[in-house]
């Protein structure tokens, strides 16, 4: 079975970090896009950050130079990597993927990670 497992999240001080995990499992032949995205009570699902399979990164503009993805390719694996932590960054956290199986290319979402910002 194909799917995305999220670990990481959790609670933390604000100024803290947290490192969130993404990792895809199953009958895969390729990893195209990857991103996180998250989405707060009330609000939208919103793009956190996107990494391409070439490694591009692109991030939303109230994280950047906070927030940083990666990826380990042979691991499978999507990295988010939240430093100075802000009260207004708790949310459910979702990564999602572009995985290459079967005969087709399709999007995959795992099942979300709480992190929360609290003193």
């Known amino acids: 079975q194909v799917q995305l497992v999220e670990s990481g999240g959790g609670l933390v001080q604000p100024g803290g970090s947290l490192r969130l995990t993404c990792a895809a499992s199953g009958s895969i032949e390729g990893i195209n896009g990857m991103a996180w995205y998250r989405q707060a009570p009330g609000k939208q699902r919103e793009l956190v950050a996107g990494i391409s399979s070439g490694g591009s990164t692109n991030y939303a503009d109230s994280v950047k130079g906070r927030f940083t993805i990666s990826r380990d390719n042979a691991k499978k694996t999507v990295y988010l990597q939240m430093n100075s932590l802000k009260p207004e960054d708790p949310a459910v956290y979702y990564c999602?993927?572009?995985?290459?199986?079967?005969?087709?290319?399709?999007?995959?979402w795992g099942q979300g990670t709480q992190v929360t910002v609290s003193s």
């Open positions: 999602t993927a572009a995985l290459a199986h079967g005969l087709g290319l399709y999007d995959y």
